[in-house]
Structure formats: C-alpha cells, structure tokens
C-alpha cells in the first residue's frame, strides 16, 4: 500500500473556503456521529480524566462531544488555522471554552512535551498522513506510560452509515463529492506493520460496523 501524500503543496489548498466547506459536512452532516464515536472511545479506553488531544480535530467536533461526556481537558490540534474561527463557533456553543483549547500542530511534529496526555484522538484526519510510522511515533511520545490512544475513520454503526450516505447524496447536489475515509480488511496487515514501527506492542485494530479503527496503549515505566 502506497503512503498518502498530502504535502506543504496540498495543506496550502486547504484555504478558508474549503475549511468552511469541511465545517459545513461536519457540522450539517455528520453531527449525529461524534456522541457515538465518543462514546465508543470511552467504552474502549476507559479513561475519562487528564488531558486528551484531538490530532486533526477540525471545528472540533469531537473535541466537543468527547469532552461534554468526560472530566477531560482538551487540546485540539489542526494544521491549519483556517478551521480555528469554526472550532471556536462549536466550543462556544457548547460552553467548553474553558475545557477546550486550541493548537495548530502537525500529527509528525507534534508541539507538546514528551508524556502529556491520558488519551489520544482521531476522527478521519489520518488519510492525510503522509508518514504514518511517523506520525504514531508522535502520538506514542506525548502519551503519558499507561496513555491510550483512538485513532481512525467511521460514523459508529452501520445505522449512522446509511443515514450519512442519504445525508451526503442531498448534500453533494449542491457542493462538492463526499471526502473518502474508509479503508478495506487488506490494509490490516499494512497497519499492523505501522504500530510496529511506531514502537507500540500493544494495539487492537477494529474494522467493523462502528469503521476502521487503531486502539493502542503506551506501556507503562
């Protein structure tokens, strides 16, 4: 499998227009999604306190429905600074002002400390990733020993699949083509092969009905 190349050419196409755009989908879309996706990471990871980076967060979309139903705080981190005026509609909107802050970051030069977080996050970003050994190397060394991360791309049940799909038919008469996140079982071993050269022994990935997700813990010292 080939790597996913979106380069300094590509972020530079990611102007304010198409921020919008993706805020658009987010926020018209795919709203039902992120409760059950982070109730699916509570679930999983059985964390709930401390501190959790959304890596790709967007209008911080996650970040809003992850922190509303934990004692999180959190950083949400996009590269582009495009999206931040909408992640600060959201996080105003939902009163988390003082829970949820904004950085502008690369998932392979994240800007934090070694051992910051409890948990990281990621909905539908890591297509992106040009370097993706890189990139989970980054999410291993800002979890803190016994950190977890969630990474990866779906709706959360074959039901919100469906619903999303009609959704985005009516919503691509009028703009542009449904972004492409998905991924198919014979990646699995690429991904495997991944989480080994991101240095991490423990990891689980799930392909099922809730989408294509990496779950891995940093271990303790």
């Known amino acids: ?26 926020n018209e879309v795919f709203a039902p999604v992120y409760p059950v996706i982070a109730g699916l990471i509570v679930e ?42 909408l992640a600060i509609e959201n996080i105003d909107s939902a009163e988390l002002t003082d829970r949820i802050k904004l950085i502008a970051g690369d998932v392979h030069r994240i800007p934090l400390r070694d051992n910051t977080a409890e948990l990281v996050v990621s909905r539908g970003s890591m297509r992106f990733w040009k370097n993706k050994p890189a990139a989970f190397r980054e999410i291993k060394r800002i979890l803190k020993p016994g ?16 619903e999303i799909g009609q959704k985005m038919s009516l919503f691509n008469k009028r703009t542009s083509k449904r972004p492409k996140y998905k991924y198919q079982m014979n990646d699995i071993p690429y991904f495997i092969e991944v989480m ?26």
């Open 44 to 85: 999983r990871c059985a964390v709930k306190q401390g501190m959790c980076v959304d890596v790709g967060s967007g209008a911080a979309n996650l970040a809003v429905a992850l922190t509303k139903i934990t004692d999180f705080t959190t950083l949400a981190m996009d590269f582009s600074s495009h999206i931040f005026p």
């Open 1 to 26: 499998m080939t790597e996913t190349t979106w380069n300094s050419k590509g972020y530079k196409k990611f102007d304010s227009e198409r921020a919008k755009e993706y805020a658009c989908i987010a």
């Open 196 to 221: 080994k050269k991101a240095g991490f022994d423990r990891f689980e990935i799930i392909n099922n009905d809730s989408g294509f997700w990496i779950y891995m813990e940093k271990e303790e010292q």
């Open 147 to 162: 950190g977890k991360g969630f990474v990866g791309g779906g709706v959360g049940s074959a039901e919100l699949d469906k």
